[in-house]
Protein backbone atom coordinates (compact mmCIF):
# COMPACT_ATOMS: atom_id res chain seq x y z
CA UNK A 1 0.00 0.00 0.00
CA UNK A 2 1.20 3.16 -1.14
CA UNK A 3 1.18 6.32 1.32
CA UNK A 4 2.47 10.27 0.07
CA UNK A 5 2.65 12.65 3.15
CA UNK A 6 2.75 16.32 2.64
CA UNK A 7 4.65 18.83 4.34
CA UNK A 8 6.11 22.40 4.00
CA UNK A 9 2.74 24.60 3.71
CA UNK A 10 2.19 27.42 5.88
CA UNK A 11 0.38 31.37 5.61
CA UNK A 12 3.60 33.97 3.50
CA UNK A 13 3.22 37.06 2.36
CA UNK A 14 2.65 37.30 -1.27
CA UNK A 15 5.90 37.94 -2.90
CA UNK A 16 7.19 35.23 -0.93
CA UNK A 17 8.61 31.62 -1.31
CA UNK A 18 7.55 27.70 0.05
CA UNK A 19 8.82 24.68 -0.58
CA UNK A 20 6.55 21.25 -0.47
CA UNK A 21 7.63 18.08 0.39
CA UNK A 22 5.98 14.85 -0.65
CA UNK A 23 7.41 11.68 1.03
CA UNK A 24 6.63 8.08 0.18
CA UNK A 25 5.90 4.95 1.48
CA UNK A 26 5.35 1.52 0.47
CA UNK A 27 5.30 -0.45 -2.67
CA UNK A 28 6.40 2.84 -5.15
CA UNK A 29 8.65 2.80 -7.87
CA UNK A 30 11.08 5.29 -9.06
CA UNK A 31 9.47 5.28 -12.90
CA UNK A 32 5.85 6.01 -11.10
CA UNK A 33 4.97 9.86 -12.21
CA UNK A 34 4.23 12.16 -9.28
CA UNK A 35 2.36 15.15 -9.94
CA UNK A 36 1.35 17.91 -7.55
CA UNK A 37 -2.52 19.17 -7.43
CA UNK A 38 -3.76 22.16 -5.36
CA UNK A 39 -7.87 22.64 -4.61
CA UNK A 40 -8.67 26.30 -3.98
CA UNK A 41 -11.82 27.11 -2.02
CA UNK A 42 -14.96 26.63 -4.01
CA UNK A 43 -12.95 25.24 -7.12
CA UNK A 44 -12.21 21.73 -8.72
CA UNK A 45 -8.64 20.27 -7.81
CA UNK A 46 -6.35 20.66 -10.68
CA UNK A 47 -3.14 19.69 -11.81
CA UNK A 48 -0.08 22.44 -11.02
CA UNK A 49 3.04 20.28 -12.19
CA UNK A 50 3.88 16.92 -12.61
CA UNK A 51 7.07 15.35 -12.79
CA UNK A 52 8.22 12.04 -14.82
CA UNK A 53 10.57 9.31 -13.97
CA UNK A 54 12.98 10.71 -15.98
CA UNK A 55 12.73 14.45 -15.11
CA UNK A 56 10.65 15.76 -17.41
CA UNK A 57 8.14 18.29 -16.05
CA UNK A 58 5.01 20.37 -16.76
CA UNK A 59 3.00 23.05 -15.24
CA UNK A 60 -0.19 24.52 -15.48
CA UNK A 61 0.21 28.07 -17.31
CA UNK A 62 -0.14 30.73 -14.55
CA UNK A 63 2.39 28.51 -12.22
CA UNK A 64 5.18 28.55 -15.11
CA UNK A 65 8.19 30.42 -14.36
CA UNK A 66 7.59 30.92 -10.53
CA UNK A 67 7.23 26.90 -9.26
CA UNK A 68 9.55 24.28 -10.05
CA UNK A 69 9.07 20.52 -9.64
CA UNK A 70 11.64 17.91 -8.25
CA UNK A 71 12.35 14.84 -7.50
CA UNK A 72 14.64 12.20 -5.25
CA UNK A 73 14.25 8.93 -5.70
CA UNK A 74 16.36 7.89 -3.66
CA UNK A 75 14.19 9.38 -0.85
CA UNK A 76 11.13 8.96 -2.24
CA UNK A 77 10.40 12.06 -2.44
CA UNK A 78 8.98 15.13 -4.42
CA UNK A 79 9.03 18.65 -3.93
CA UNK A 80 7.21 22.02 -5.71
CA UNK A 81 9.47 24.97 -4.52
CA UNK A 82 7.32 27.93 -5.10
CA UNK A 83 8.67 31.51 -5.76
CA UNK A 84 6.44 34.77 -6.11
CA UNK A 85 3.42 33.44 -4.47
CA UNK A 86 0.32 35.40 -5.16
CA UNK A 87 -2.86 35.40 -2.87
CA UNK A 88 -4.84 33.10 -5.98
CA UNK A 89 -2.25 30.42 -5.13
CA UNK A 90 -3.89 30.08 -1.44
CA UNK A 91 -5.30 26.81 -1.66
CA UNK A 92 -4.52 23.11 -0.37
CA UNK A 93 -2.04 21.14 -1.84
CA UNK A 94 -1.81 17.37 -2.55
CA UNK A 95 0.74 15.31 -3.90
CA UNK A 96 -0.61 11.95 -6.24
CA UNK A 97 0.39 9.42 -8.05
CA UNK A 98 -0.78 6.53 -10.05
CA UNK A 99 0.19 2.97 -9.07
CA UNK A 100 -1.28 -0.13 -10.17
CA UNK A 101 -3.74 1.56 -11.84
CA UNK A 102 -5.07 2.80 -8.63
CA UNK A 103 -5.03 7.30 -7.77
CA UNK A 104 -2.94 7.87 -4.66
CA UNK A 105 -3.43 10.80 -2.70
CA UNK A 106 -1.94 12.82 0.34
CA UNK A 107 -4.01 14.23 2.52
CA UNK A 108 -3.22 17.83 1.83
CA UNK A 109 -1.31 21.00 2.92
CA UNK A 110 -2.33 24.61 3.27
CA UNK A 111 -1.15 26.74 1.82
CA UNK A 112 -2.41 30.37 2.59
CA UNK A 113 -0.74 33.92 0.83
CA UNK A 114 -1.79 37.13 2.02
CA UNK A 115 -1.55 40.20 0.35
Known amino acids: QVQLV ?12 L ?7 GNILSSNVMAW ?4 Q ?3 REMV ?10 YVSDVKGRFTI ?3 NAKRAVYL ?6 PEDTAVY ?15 TQVTVSS
Open 81 to 86: QMNSLK
Open 94 to 108: YCHTITRGIDVWGLG
Open 70 to 72: SRD
Open 6 to 17: ESGGGLVQAGGS
Open 42 to 44: GKQ
Open 37 to 40: YRQR
Open 19 to 25: RLSCVAS
Open 49 to 58: AMITSGGVTD
